[in-house]
């Protein structure tokens, strides 16, 4: 069975360019959650999506915006980049009545 | 004072050791707490997935939680070489449709064979 993809799995931005990051769930799962792993730190909770709605927002600027589709896969848009969003972005899918999650390989975004 | 605290280490044990992983919380609204294993440069694997307060077995993986105490830990019993990497303790309120996850630090271990 397929895990969690997400893609890209690198990719190099400028400050002040917009990324797009696209995760698809595990088949079943129904929600979505993104998180944002800096290095030598825990991943910090940036947004959960359930049956297409947002259900959690964690502390992040409003720079920061995802969508779930209606087959569940999901999307998160950080714009006017800084250098500081430079990091592991990770996707994790759960089937969203229960907090058992399972991760993606993660998108390593680097912003120069 | 952060939600989840974890020693960060590195941790460093001869193969074969028993490995002991702890993680300490202030948030008395957790109910599920989950161990994760990540490899340098990968996403987080599921180790360990408890509810509430008790032991959990699962091969060499052993996972504790007592919620009187706000204390959960992880033991690797029979340390093999493969199982350096960071280890992640993560928690969650568990609502229904929102099941945000906190987490440690992540500890650093290395097993030396």
């Known amino acids: ?7 890209p799995t ?17 088949s079943g799962h129904k929600s979505v959650s993104w998180y944002q792993q800096v290095l030598g730190q825990g991943p ?13 927002r964690g502390n992040f600027p409003d720079r920061f915006s995802a969508r779930q589709f209606p087959n569940y896969s999901s999307e998160l848009n950080v714009n006017a980049l800084l250098l500081g969003d430079s990091a592991l972005y990770l996707c994790a899918s759960s089937w ?3 907090a058992e999650a399972f991760f993606g390989q993660g998108t390593r975004l680097t912003v120069v | 004072q952060k939600e989840v605290e974890q020693d960060p280490g590195p941790l460093s044990v001869p193969e074969g050791a028993i490995v002991s992983l702890n993680c300490t919380y202030s948030n ?33 993986f052993t996972a504790q939680v007592d919620k009187s105490s706000k204390y959960i830990s992880l033991f690797i019993r029979d340390s093999q070489p493969s199982d350096s990497a960071t280890y992640l303790c993560a928690m969650s309120e568990g609502n229904f449709g929102n099941e945000k996850l906190t987490f440690g630090t992540g500890t650093r271990l290395t097993i030396i064979p």
């Open chain 1, 10 to 26: 690198h990719l190099i931005k400028t400050r002040g360019q917009h990324v797009t990051l696209r995760c698809s769930p595990i």
């Open chain 1, 96 to 98: 969203g009545d229960r």
């Open chain 2, 28 to 60: 008395s609204a957790f109910q599920y707490f989950m161990w994760y294993r990540q490899y340098s440069r990968k996403g987080p694997e599921l180790l360990m997935y408890t509810y509430s307060s008790g032991n959990k077995e699962d091969g060499r």
């Open chain 1, 44 to 56: 910090q909770f940036i947004f959960q999506y359930y049956e297409k709605e947002e259900r959690g």
């Open chain 1, 1 to 7: 069975d397929a895990g969690v993809t997400q893609s």
